[in-house]
C-alpha cells in the first residue's frame, strides 16, 4: 500500500471503507507493481546487452568502438542557478527571447572507447551541418550523418553502439559497410547501462561550455547575438574541438 495511504488510514482508520479510497489506493498498488515490473524487464534486458556486448569488444581495439548520441540545445542557454540576497521572493533573469529559451537544434557527437571524439561534430571543415524544419534527428537525418561523419572517418573495423531512438535503430546504417557490427541499447536502460558515455557523462558536460559563453555575452552586454545561426556554427565547432 502506498504510504501516504498508509499514514492517512493511521489517523483516520475508519476510511477504509470508503469505496473510492479503495479504487484509488487498487488503482496506485497497480502502478506501482507495473513500474517495479518494467524496472525489472530493463534490469534483465540492460544485464543481457552488456553481457553480449563486452564479448563483441573483445574484437577491438578501443579506437574501433564507437558511441554516438544525439543531444538537443536551446538556441539561448540560461543558468539554472544564481546568487541573489536571502529572502527575495523572485529572481530574474535577462534573456533575448524567452522563445529561444525553449526552442532548440540539435548536435550529435560521437566518440570512441578511449575517450577520443571520433569524425566531426554533425550541425563545415570541424563541423557538418544539415538543415532540417525543427530539432528531430529523421532518418534521412541520420543516413546523411552515415555519408558524411561516419563513413568517411571509419579506417578499419567497427563497432557502433546507438540509443534506440526510432531515427538511430535504424538498419541502413551498417548497409553495405565491411568489418561494421551495429548494435542498438534497449530502450529504458541507460541508468543500468555504462557503455553509453555521451548520455551519462559527455553531453551535460559540453552544454556547459557554451552556457558559460551565452553567460559571459550577457554578463558583459556584449553586442553579439548568439542566436544567429551563424554564431552557433562558429561556437559548436569551438565546443566540439
Avoid at 552488456?50 to 569488444?57: A, F, G, N, P, Y
Avoid at 559527455?202 to 553579439?224: A, L, S, W
Amino acid at each position: 500500500m502506498p504510504y501516504f495511504i498508509e499514514r492517512h488510514l493511521l489517523y483516520n482508520p475508519d476510511d477504509i471503507q470508503y469505496p473510492a479510497l479503495q479504487k484509488h489506493t487498487k488503482y496506485l498498488m497497480n502502478i506501482t507493481n507495473t513500474s517495479k515490473v518494467e524496472t525489472k524487464s530493463s534490469n534483465q534486458s540492460a544485464n543481457t546487452f552488456v553481457l553480449e556486448t563486452d564479448k563483441s569488444i573483445e574484437n577491438y581495439n578501443s579506437t574501433e568502438v564507437l558511441n554516438t548520441s544525439k543531444a538537443s540545445i536551446n538556441l539561448e542557454l540560461v543558468g539554472n542557478r544564481t546568487l541573489t540576497h536571502m529572502g527575495e521572493q523572485s529572481t530574474w533573469f535577462s534573456v533575448r527571447s524567452t522563445s529561444n529559451t525553449t526552442h532548440s537544434y540539435t548536435i550529435q557527437s560521437t566518440k570512441a572507447l578511449n575517450g577520443t571524439v571520433f569524425g566531426p561534430l554533425y550541425l563545415s571543415k570541424t563541423i557538418v551541418l544539415a538543415c532540417s524544419k525543427n530539432d528531430k534527428l529523421t532518418h534521412s537525418l541520420v543516413t546523411y550523418w552515415r555519408g558524411h561523419c561516419l563513413v568517411p572517418n571509419l579506417s578499419s573495423k567497427a563497432l557502433l553502439l546507438v540509443d534506440s531512438f526510432p531515427s538511430h535503430a535504424n538498419p541502413e546504417v551498417d548497409k553495405d559497410l565491411k568489418n561494421f557490427e551495429y548494435r542498438v541499447i534497449p530502450p529504458k536502460t541507460t541508468s543500468f547501462i555504462q557503455l553509453q558515455p555521451l548520455d551519462i557523462y559527455y553531453n551535460r558536460q559540453y552544454k556547459m561550455i557554451p552556457r558559460r559563453v551565452y553567460d559571459h555575452v550577457r554578463v558583459g552586454e556584449i553586442d553579439i547575438n548568439l542566436v544567429e545561426r551563424n554564431n552557433i556554427i562558429t561556437l559548436q565547432p569551438l565546443v566540439h574541438s
